[in-house]
T-cell receptor, first 111, second 115 residues
């Protein structure tokens, strides 16, 4: 089965810096999504990018998708301590409504 | 806002017990999912359901079963709990079809410890 893989596994930055996380997947997809998880909590949807899109913005988030390389990146600009969380990419294939998640990137933003 | 509610936040069960994890969503979503999350392994899909009484195995269904008798409720059953089922269990739901309707909404998770 396909699986997203994020890198880095962990990222530590200072408040105000930008954070970039990458995700790779193995098969063709319908869309790719990014989720955030605060420690010990459920996942919260951040942004969805469809396979025919190359870039998408939402507030301080910017997501890119390169289907030729089967990869995506999530950029968080002007990071804040409250952005500290784990970030997961999840790929969705065809008409199957399942999502396949990667193992996540733990982002720590130091005040 | 969509709400996915998992009935138990923390449970401690004994090996061999039958365990029920309950999940309810309030947005009339067709699809419901059970994932488990373990350190270093990410989220893995156990089962999902796309309609009442319909279910499909995910990636790791062994040792689990599910029940969906009503649209809003999806139960995960551990027939005979084992220590390797100690994990965080996440329920989720989503709408079917349509562009942009594929967002999955998660509950807060149930931490299960099997001793």
């Amino acid at each position: 089965s396909q699986q997203g893989e994020e890198d880095p596994q962990a990222l530590s930055i200072q408040e105000g810096e930008n954070a970039t996380m990458n995700c790779s997947y193995k098969t063709s997809i319908n869309n790719l999504q990014w989720y955030r998880q605060n420690s010990g909590r459920g996942l919260v949807h951040l942004i969805l990018i469809r396979s025919n899109e190359r870039e998408k913005h939402s507030g301080r988030l910017r997501v890119t998708l390169d289907t030729s390389k089967k990869s995506s990146s999530l950029l968080i600009t002007a990071s804040r301590a409250a952005d500290t969380a784990s970030y997961f990419c999840a790929s969705q294939k065809g008409s199957n409504y399942k999502l396949t998640f990667g193992k996540g990137t733990l982002l720590t933003v130091n005040p | 806002d969509v709400k996915v509610t998992q009935s138990s936040r923390y449970l401690v069960k004994r090996t061999g017990e039958k365990v029920f994890l309950e999940c309810v969503q309030d947005m009339d979503h067709e699809n419901m999912f059970w994932y488990r999350q373990d350190p270093g392994l990410g989220l893995r899909l156990i089962y999902f359901s796309y309609d009442v009484k319909m279910k499909e195995k995910g990636d790791i269904p062994e040792g689990y079963s599910v029940s969906r008798e009503k649209k809003e409720r999806f139960s995960l059953i551990l027939e005979s709990a084992s220590t390797n089922q100690t994990s965080m269990y996440l329920c989720a739901s989503s709408l079917t079809g349509g562009t942009g309707r594929n967002t999955i909404y998660f509950g807060e998770g149930s931490w299960l410890t099997v001793v």
